[in-house]
């Protein structure tokens, strides 16, 4: 684990690998992607979007909830290898696993979908249609689990800045300006590694 991730007081469950963060009671929780957090000691959950997509997610009565900040919708994946948070369907399946580990149902959880950014330049020729594959998938696993879905911004070319508070469940959502962030920062690029 890294310094500056244990200076911040975050340590990772051994279960999911160092992508799923947990958290010490009231602290504000930044999410890379490939990350996510389910809980209810965090105060908050915040993080940047481009093409990527967040579902987060929140039990009005239990004060828990989540958020996952995924780059693919899906990999072709061996029965051996491990959940990777970077892709759609397994952060998904884990923050389910969240779920019923509360004794709660995904049903009594209400949704927010953000992202899927349109992040390719005009003109570039390539089309890989990131942003859009993720949005389909995002509903995909909302609807495939049964979460309440509640709040939804996502698609056209600009960045998104989302944070979860868990104390309420509000879901703050704040778009940028100009054209999605390409993955450029040495963290970003790490975490596709």
Partial sequence: MSTSVRRAGLATRRNH????LSAELGQDVVLMPGQMYFGGRAASIRTLLGSCLSITLWHPQKK???MCHFLLPSRQRKASDSLDGRYGDEAMEAMVEMVSLTGTKPSEYSAHLYGGADTMPEGGGLRL???ERNI???WKLV?????Q??????GEDVPRTVTLTLASGEVDMKRGTGRAPQFATPAMQKSLA
């Fill in 64 to 66: 828990v909830g989540g």
């Fill in 136 to 138: 389909e998938q995002g």
């Fill in 143 to 147: 609807d495939q689990y049964g979460f």
């Fill in 17 to 20: 690998g160092s992508w799923h």
């Fill in 149 to 154: 879905l509640e709040g939804i911004d996502v």
């Fill in 129 to 131: 249609n990131v942003g």
